[in-house]
């Protein structure tokens, strides 16, 4: 970040070719899909502005759609059609394979690994999901920023541009990433989106009339860190230690621990109202998510995350095992 810091001249919304470059490489190293550097990437001021602000971008009030996410789903999927002057539909993945009707919708979000609740959607439905939302004539975009963090294997959790899901046509599809977790640089504001050319093009040229340009320094940073790779894998770890520290205080409380194979979240619940759960933690001086703040399908849940310091999280596992 340093070393691009004499960043005088306004920076490419597009991303220097060595960034675009960058995050092709990161796609080809850890998923093993090929993107076109030059018409498939586009850099994002972190992921949160691209997600709240996707819906307008693509037109959806003008062409009067609607945007689709999760029946339990971080608050910015609801809040972009909220800015955008769109309705916001509560859909899983399941719902859609069950042949819930996609008529009227415009942008379909997934989130896999999820957000609050950790669930990874298998690759083959994903791929039935895509399939669907094509025939319909629907935008599928997924979020997919924890896929690093995958805890039930080595491998990260399959990504919407995957062939096996795509066939090896990107169209009327987006990924969006960021290295706010993988690289522990939420400050820094990096992310990125990738998949269909044409979408990335026509975001691409708003984005520039909107001023929303990720720094030049930044963009420098970015490139260093989309080529390392082993401080991804020991930022992992540092997670995977706090992780295998929390769950067994956490079960030893009473909360069953549902879903939570990926991400830095356990989704936990005693049956109960969430503010009754959030209220048994308070007790003990620990802070929860409480499951209200992402849908009602989530109110009997707390999100319980890992993002402490070390000796937050042995406190806090002490205390919850003394009080068992």
């Known amino acids: 970040m340093a070393a691009g810091a004499d960043s005088h001249g306004y920076p490419t919304t597009a991303g220097t070719p060595q960034l675009r470059e960058a995050i092709a490489f990161w796609y080809s190293h850890w998923h093993g899909i090929e993107l076109d550097p030059a018409t498939q990437v586009l850099p994002t001021i972190g992921s949160k502005e691209l997600v709240a602000w996707l819906p307008t ?164 940073a970015m490139v260093a860190g989309l080529h390392d790779v082993e401080h991804v894998r020991a930022q992992k770890e540092v997670y995977r230690r706090r992780r295998e520290v929390l769950m067994p205080a956490v079960a030893a409380f009473g909360l069953r621990i549902d879903h939570s194979t990926a991400g830095l979240y356990l989704w936990a619940t005693r049956d109960e109202d969430c503010w009754t759960t959030i209220g048994a933690l308070a007790d003990l001086g620990i802070v929860a998510g409480p499951g209200a703040f992402y849908g009602d399908a989530a109110r009997r849940h707390v999100r319980i995350a890992l993002t402490a310091p070390d000796e937050r999280i042995g406190a806090a596992a002490e205390r919850l095992l003394a009080a068992a």
């Open 57 to 220: 971008l693509l037109g959806l009030r003008q062409a009067g759609l609607s945007v689709a996410c999760p029946a339990a789903a971080y608050p910015t999927y609801e809040m972009g059609a909220t800015l955008a002057g769109v309705d916001c539909v509560r859909l899983d993945a399941g719902q859609v394979l069950a042949g819930a009707s996609l008529e009227g919708i415009g942008l379909l979000w997934l989130n896999s690994p999820s957000n609050p609740t950790g669930e990874v959607l298998p690759r083959e439905a994903v791929a039935e999901v895509v399939e669907r939302a094509r025939a319909a004539g629907v935008v599928v975009a997924s979020d997919e920023c924890y896929g690093l963090l995958n805890w039930a294997a080595d491998a990260p959790a399959p990504s919407v541009l995957d062939p096996a899901v795509t066939g090896g046509d990107h169209s009327g599809v987006l990924a969006v990433y960021s290295m706010s977790k993988q690289s522990n640089l939420a400050g820094y504001r990096a992310a990125f989106t990738a998949g269909d050319p044409a979408l990335i093009g026509s975001l691409t040229n708003s984005r520039k009339h909107a001023g929303m340009i990720v720094p030049g320094p930044v963009q420098t």
